[in-house]
């Protein structure tokens, strides 16, 4: 993917003075607008450079009719720049289908004439979801001639390429949630020796910057990982919780054994699992945590079990499943429920926490969730709660039956996570509850599986007087 860029410099540093001496000519990479055009001009400037080799936009410079080179500046009229970087995101999702990835920057200076103004910038990647249709019925792609830059598409080989792009991406998305750690006999089970197995999960988090070194800077920042993982703050919903202060936050992490630097990112892992007496069980695969430069991750965690000699017989849900399974089935294993709510949220809310850390470029891109479960046939999520019991009264319990459950299933580019601090709580707990579907749990439950796991965060360590 072309990497274009008319500064010699991150587009995060550009500043007014690299504004003024802007000299490329207008073409297949920019655009020059006088004014804030229509907003069906604008979706259609923007959905081209997507659909092509992606460029960048900019309003409020006029070029010269015969060179096609900017020479005048800032003839935007000075006013709110929120406003109008706000007009281009409206526009782009109004006239788009689908919206692409782009970033909207603003500068303030003045023009020849001596006034005040803005110039607006709206760098737009190259897109690998394509086509993006405008609500025109067309598709348009950059010509590179000069006051012409977009044309409706009329060969149909050209939007096959787009097609072909969007199956490049969706096939490298599927590379990239795959299995990279091997499973010891422990985990997958082996009839020959009477070993059972035991249920893993894994969670892939795919960003629209998949293979961009957009949050590099986690290469050589070992301890901001470690200290992410080890202590990632979470921001709490003040509407559902009356007794906590509007600016509670909690912090979740896990202790691990080890961390390290990859090439293309850095990883935490446990060496060891434990068994039910708390004692070091090294036949296990260890939890890992890979967080990558481009912003993607991989969580791969044992999934927590109960052994029902474990249950108290006067337990009231263990009292209900037993008149449904009387006398128990040894092949079927029990899930703590509980346990694994906070372990997903955990894991989910750290990578939102990473994401922020290494500033990927939240404004204009996405980030997706897939999960998998491993090794899970005739595993039965657990949780001591009434509603449980409900459930297990009205439809039987929530036993898996299948060796491998993905969520989503077929396209992973389905549910999107949204990182913004108002959203994030919300968004966590909506993937959540997708992954629980992969158990058996049904979608109705959601609002259970949120007091679950509000009451165990309010059981550890919320200190809602500072809000840490």
Known sequence: MLDYNPFDKPLSDVDTSDIYQLDVPEGYYCEYKRNLIEKSEIAKSIGSFANTYGGFLFLGIDEDNETNRPNNWFTLSSGDSAKYKETVRNTVCEYLNRPPRFSTY?????????????????????????????????????????????????????????????????RRVEEFCQTEIGLTSAYTGDNEYNIQGIPMLEIFGIPTTLDESVCEDVLWDLDGFKQIVQSSELFLIPDDLDSVDDDAKAEMGIDADTYRATSSGAVAQNWVSHDESGDKDSAHTPLTIKFFQDGSAKFFTPVPTIAPENINDYNMSWSTIKDYCDPWPSEIQLVDGQNLVVTIHNLVNMYMNLLLEYDWPIETNEIYLKSRLRNGYRSMLFFDAEWYCDLVRDYGPPICYDQIVESPRGDPLQYNLDVSEEERMGSVLGQMSLILQCFGLPVQETESIVNVLIESILDTNLDSTNGT
């Open 106 to 170: 603003s500068f303030k200076g003045s023009s020849q004439t001596g006034d005040e103004g803005y110039v607006l910038m709206v760098d737009v990647p190259e897109s690998r979801i394509t086509p993006h249709i405008h609500n025109d019925g067309c598709v348009y792609r950059r010509t590179g001639e000069g006051n012409d830059p977009y044309t409706p598409l009329n060969d149909p080989s050209i939007l096959d390429d787009l097609h072909q792009r969007k199956k490049d991406w969706k």
